[in-house]
């Protein structure tokens, strides 16, 4: 079931300069790791001024999904939205 959340989390990133692109590699959300798996989608959404990246991503055991903003004005991360595969 898809749940919105809007709620700041914790987020490990990287940067790799050959790619040269950033993306997330763990997320900390009540109270539980969760590895990045495949990042499924990427893009930008401008806020005025404020560029938000967004993240759509599952953990590396497939068993959620995850919908990241990382907002450059403040350099927060909000879990947007989670899910856990199965219907609504």
């Known amino acids: 079931m898809k749940s919105k959340i809007n709620q700041e989390i914790s987020v490990v990133s990287f ?4 790619n040269q692109r950033a993306q997330p590699y763990a997320i900390s959300w009540q109270n539980k790791d969760y590895t990045v ?7 930008k959404v401008y806020d005025g001024k ?7 991503l599952v953990d590396s055991e497939q068993s959620l999904w995850f919908r990241l903003n990382f907002n450059t ?15 609504d």
Request: with cysteine; proline share 0%; glycine share 10%.
């Open 15 to 18: 940067y790799n300069a050959r």
């Open 37 to 43: 798996g495949e990042i499924g989608y990427h893009h």
């Open 50 to 56: 404020i560029c938000h990246h967004i993240f759509e």
């Open 73 to 87: 004005d403040n350099l927060h991360w909000t879990l947007e939205e989670v899910s856990d595969g199965n219907a």
